[in-house]
């Protein structure tokens, strides 16, 4: 069965940092995009950033470029977002995903296949 299970979410001060982390079992997704989104209160889900499965290509949305950073650990089957310079905009459910299949791009809610349950990021201003 896979899963994948984010951590490291919580309640920040603007300006400050967090990462998270998503830990996938069940298979291996070194050849997988993988990528983080986020879903505000009474907002739809919105595309964040992803990397493909060699780690040379990143994706971001504009309102994060500059401030946010994807990576990911194909050892460890874990995919990483570092977020600095947390605004009060960025407080959201923040989800981990992989994309639908090998060696397809992740952009977008319909380009993913798994899921995390997601993890809380609050930003307080």
């Known amino acids: 069965q896979v899963q994948l299970v984010e951590s490291g979410g919580g309640l920040v001060q603007a300006g400050g940092s967090l990462r998270l982390s998503c830990a996938a079992s069940g298979r291996t997704f070194s050849s997988y995009y993988m990528g983080w989104f986020r879903q505000a209160p009474g907002k739809e889900r919105e595309f964040v950033a992803s990397i493909s499965w060699g780690g040379g290509s990143t994706y971001y949305a504009d309102s994060v470029k500059g401030r946010f950073t994807i990576s990911r650990d194909n050892a460890k089957n874990t995919v990483y977002l570092q977020m600095n310079s947390l605004k009060p905009e960025d407080t959201a459910v923040y989800y981990c995903?992989?994309?639908?299949?090998?060696?397809?791009?992740?952009?977008?809610?319909?380009?993913?296949?798994?899921w995390g349950q997601g993890t809380q990021v609050t930003v307080s201003s």
């Open positions: 995903a992989a994309a639908e299949g090998p060696f397809r791009r992740l952009l977008s809610s319909s380009d993913a296949r798994y």
